[in-house]
C-alpha cells in the first residue's frame, strides 16, 4: 500500500543489497532506494545475482516466477522525511503475486465437514469442509476450513465422467487423478499435465443420481415421506380401552423418542405443518454408555389419527415422498458403521417397502439374514460412493451418521473421463482457498489455489514483471531475528504491508509470516499489519500470543460495499464479505483492527447511503475505527483504470477526466473536501473515528486496478 508520495519503494534497499549492489547498513536505505531495483530485470539477470538460490515455476501460480533469494537483511528504515507513524517495515516478498486462476461452478456440491453437501455459492470464508491429506500409505478425508473465496467471470469447461458425474470448471483448475493432479486443458505452450480420456478421478462422485436440491425437503411429499418413515421406524401409537366403573374409557397416546435432537426437531417441526400439536419432555437420562432421551407425545385423539393417516400412507410414485421415507426410517433406526449403511427391522412388510423406496432411486441393496431375534437389515451396496450418494439424495437430518473423516480415499465408481467440451461465451465461477490445499467438488478431489493475491490497489508503473517476477526471501525470519537480537534494536514498531501484502498468494505456498510474527513476540517489538488477505485468519491465534508482550495493531483494506461493484472493480479478490468476517474473527481473537475504506471511487462508492451501509457492517464486524481516502490515478495505472472505466462505465468517462486530468493523479481539492465533508459524520456517527493519541495517517488513496481483457488477472 502507498501512503504517500514520500515512501516510494520502502523495500527496494533490501532488494538492492539481495542484488549485491553496494548493500547498506541493515536497516539504512541506500542512495537508489527508490529505484525499481527487481521489477523490469530480466530473469537470466535476476538469477545470476548474488544471494540467488533457485528459480521456480510452480504450476498452481500460471504465469508467475518465483525467484527465492537470500536476504542479507529484513528490516528496512522509513526515510526520514516520511509522514509515516511507524520507522521500520519488512516486505518478504518483491512484487506481488497475481491472482489464480483456478475456479469452478457456483452450483459445484462440496463436501461438508457434517457429511452433507452444498453449493459452492452457499459458502463462506470460516465454514468448516473435507479435504484430504496424505497419512501413512493413504490419502484419507479431513476436516478443513475456507480461507478464502472469491468469484470471477472465465471461459469454462464441462468435464463428463463415465458414471454419470459433470465437472464445470476453468481450463486451469485441477483434479486428482490416478495419475496425479491433472488441469482440465493444457497451456497455449502444452507444456502442462492436462485431463484426457485415459485419465480416471480421485473421489467417489455423483453417480448421476440426485443431488442436493433435486428433493424439496420442505415440500409436502417429503415431509409426509419423513414422517412416515419416522414414526414406523421408531415412534408408537398405544391404544388401550379400560372400564372405569362409570364406563368404558378409551386411551390414545403417541410418543417419539429419540437421542439425537436434529431428527427429534425436523420430526417435530414437520408434525407441526402438518397441524399436529406435540409436547416434548425428558424420557430417558444419560447414563455412563447412553445418551439422554428426550421424546415427543400427545394424547389428543384428533393428534394421533392425523399421524396414523400420515404413517400408513404410501406413494412410491413420487420421488420426494421417497426420499423423505428414506430419510425418516435412516433417522429412526439406520447406521454408518466402517462406512456401510444399514436399515434393520423385523417387519417383512416394512422391509419390502424401504427396498421399494430405495429402488425408485436405483441404490443397489441386499437384505441380509435374518439374526437371532429376528431382525434383518437391508444393507446399501458400493461403498462411499453409493453411500454418498444415498445421502446426497434422501438428506437425513442426523449429522453424526454421516462423517467421512479418516476414511481413506480408495475410488471404487467409475470416474474416468469420456468427454471435456468447451462452454460458449464466459461463465460466473467461484473458487476457495483451504487449510489442505484442496476440497471435494461434486465427489471428486480438487485442488485450489493457494492463498489469494490480496493487494491489489499497487503502483504496477514497473510493468507485468512486478505481478510475474516474485522476489521470495525465503530466509528473512532467520535474518530478522538476528536483527532483532542486536542491542541497538530498540523495539519500534514494524510495519508489514505498507509496499506489498504480506498475505498476498505466495505467502500461502512459503509461510514467511509465522516466523516473521515468532521473531518480532520474542523480541517484544510491536507489530503493525495491513493486508486485503483473509489467510491473516490463519495467523490469528500466533498474533494474539504475541500481542500479550507488545502492542499488535491489525489493519483491512476494505474499499467498495456493493458485491458487484466490488467484483467488478477487484475480480478475483476476496470479497468485502470475506474481508468483515475476518475482521470479525480478529476482534474474536482479542485484537485490536481497524479498516481503510480507500479508494472511495468518485461516483461509484462515494454516494452517503452506499458509505453508511458500509461503514455499519464495518462497525458490526467489530472494527475499531476507520481510515478512507478518494481514488489516487499514478501514471502507471491511469490507463488501465481508464480502459476499464470505458467497458464498465463509459458514462462516467467524461467526468473523471474532469478530476483527473492528463498530468493529475489525485483528485482535485474540492471533491476531497465534499468527501470529508459527507463520510467524517458517518464515521463518527457509527463510532469509527480515530482513536485520540493515536498517530494520524494522512488519508493517502491507493489506486485501484481493474482487469482488462485478453490482459491476464491483475490482482
Not at 341 to 356: G, H, K
Not at 496 to 524: H, V
Not at 570 to 593: F, H, K
Not at 620 to 639: D, F, N, T
Request: aromatic letters at 6%.
Amino acid at each position: 500500500m502507498r501512503w504517500d508520495g514520500q515512501l516510494r519503494d520502502p523495500g527496494a534497499a533490501e532488494a538492492a543489497a539481495d542484488a549485491g549492489s553496494s548493500a547498506p547498513e541493515a536497516g539504512s536505505v541506500s542512495a537508489k532506494a527508490t529505484d525499481p531495483a527487481l521489477p523490469g530485470l530480466e530473469r537470466s539477470t535476476l538469477a545470476a545475482l548474488p544471494g540467488h538460490l533457485r528459480t521456480v515455476r510452480a504450476p498452481e501460480f500460471q504465469g508467475a516466477v518465483f525467484h527465492e533469494v537470500l536476504a542479507k537483511s529484513a528490516l528496512n528504515r522509513v526515510p526520514g522525511q516520511s509522514s509515516m507513524p511507524f520507522a521500520w517495515t519488512i516486505n518478504p516478498y518483491r512484487g506481488c503475486s497475481h491472482a489464480c486462476v483456478y475456479c469452478v461452478s457456483p452450483e459445484t456440491l462440496i463436501l461438508c465437514a457434517d457429511g452433507r453437501q452444498r453449493p459452492l455459492r452457499e459458502l463462506q470464508v470460516g465454514a468448516e469442509i473435507i479435504g484430504t491429506e496424505r497419512r501413512g500409505r493413504y490419502r484419507r478425508y479431513v476436516r478443513t476450513t475456507i480461507l478464502d473465496k472469491w468469484g470471477t467471470r472465465k471461459v469454462a469447461y464441462r468435464v463428463a465422467i463415465a458414471d454419470g458425474t459433470t465437472l464445470i470448471a476453468s481450463g486451469d483448475h485441477r483434479f486428482l487423478t490416478d495419475r496425479g493432479w491433472k488441469f482440465v486443458r493444457n497451456s497455449e505452450s502444452g507444456q502442462r499435465p492436462h485431463l484426457t480420456t485415459a485419465n480416471r478421478l480421485m473421489g467417489f462422485g455423483l453417480g448421476g443420481g440426485a443431488s442436493r436440491g433435486a428433493v424439496d425437503i420442505e415440500g409436502d411429499a417429503y415431509r409426509r415421506g419423513y414422517l412416515a418413515g419416522m414414526v414406523r421406524g421408531d415412534g408408537m401409537i398405544f391404544r388401550r380401552s379400560y372400564d372405569d366403573g362409570s364406563r368404558v374409557r378409551d386411551i390414545v397416546m403417541f410418543r417419539l423418542a429419540l437421542a439425537d435432537e436434529e431428527a427429534l426437531d425436523r420430526s417435530r417441526r414437520y408434525l407441526e405443518a402438518e397441524g399436529i400439536v406435540v409436547r416434548e419432555r425428558p424420557f430417558a437420562p444419560a447414563s455412563s454408555t447412553r445418551r439422554a432421551i428426550r421424546a415427543l407425545h400427545t394424547a389428543a385423539r384428533k393428534q394421533v389419527e392425523a399421524i396414523e393417516r400420515i404413517t400408513h400412507e404410501t406413494r412410491f410414485a413420487d420421488l420426494d415422498w421417497c426420499a423423505g421415507f428414506l430419510a425418516g426410517v435412516f433417522d429412526a433406526e439406520g447406521s454408518c458403521s466402517r462406512g456401510i449403511v444399514r436399515i434393520p427391522n423385523r417387519n417383512p412388510e416394512f422391509l419390502s417397502e424401504i427396498s421399494a423406496a430405495m429402488e425408485r432411486f436405483e441404490l443397489s441393496h441386499t437384505v441380509e439374514p435374518a439374526r437371532p431375534n429376528g431382525v434383518r437389515s437391508i444393507r446399501l451396496l458400493g461403498g462411499l460412493p453409493a453411500r454418498q450418494r444415498f445421502f446426497a439424495t434422501v438428506q437425513p437430518a442426523i449429522t453424526r451418521k454421516l462423517s467421512v473423516e479418516g476414511v481413506a480415499v480408495k475410488t471404487v465408481a467409475d470416474l474416468r473421463v469420456v468427454a471435456i467440451e468447451p462452454l460458449e461465451g464466459e461463465r460466473e465461477l467461484l473458487d476457495i482457498t483451504t487449510g489442505t490445499g484442496d476440497f471435494i467438488a461434486n465427489g471428486v478431489i480438487s485442488h485450489n489455489c493457494f492463498a489469494r493475491g490480496t493487494h491489489r490497489y499497487l503502483d504496477f508503473d514497473t510493468g507485468a514483471d512486478f505481478d510475474q517476477q516474485i522476489v521470495v526471501k525465503v530466509n528473512v525470519a532467520e535474518v530478522l531475528a538476528r536483527e532483532l537480537a542486536r542491542p541497538k534494536w530498540a523495539r519500534e514498531t514494524v510495519a508489514l504491508g505498507t509496499n506489498t501484502d504480506p498475505y498476498q498468494r505466495a505467502e500461502g505456498r512459503y509461510r514467511l509470516m509465522p516466523g516473521i510474527i515468532e521473531a518480532l513476540s520474542r523480541s517484544r517489538t510491536p507489530i503493525s499489519i495491513l493486508t486485503k488477505g483473509t489467510l491473516l485468519r490463519r495467523d490469528l491465534p500466533q498474533l494474539a500470543v504475541a500481542a500479550e508482550r507488545a502492542p499488535v495493531d491489525l489493519a483491512m483494506s476494505i474499499a467498495i460495499g456493493d458485491h458487484e461493484l466490488q467484483q467488478s472493480v477487484e475480480p478475483g479478490t476476496p470479497s468485502t464479505r470475506a474481508r468483515l468476517e475476518t475482521v470479525a474473527r480478529a476482534r474474536e481473537a482479542g485484537l485490536p483492527i481497524d479498516v481503510f475504506v480507500m479508494p472511495v471511487l468518485p461516483h461509484l462508492s462515494d454516494g452517503a447511503q452506499q458509505l453508511d451501509a458500509l461503514l455499519r457492517e464495518i462497525r458490526e464486524a467489530g472494527a475499531r475505527s476507520v481510515m478512507y481516502g478518494p481514488l489516487h490515478l499514478r501514471a502507471g495505472v491511469k490507463p488501465w483504470f481508464f480502459a476499464w472505466l470505458r467497458r464498465e462505465h463509459p458514462d462516467l468517462v467524461a467526468r473523471y477526466r474532469g478530476l483527473y486530468p492528463e498530468g493529475a493523479s489525485r483528485a482535485p481539492q474540492e471533491y476531497r473536501r465534499a468527501l470529508a465533508a459527507r463520510i467524517r459524520p458517518l464515521i463518527r456517527k457509527h463510532g469509527l473515528e480515530w482513536a485520540p493519541g493515536r498517530p494520524a495517517i494522512r488519508e493517502t488513496p491507493e489506486p485501484a486496478i481493474p482487469q482488462l481483457q485478453p490482459q491476464p488477472t491483475l490482482f
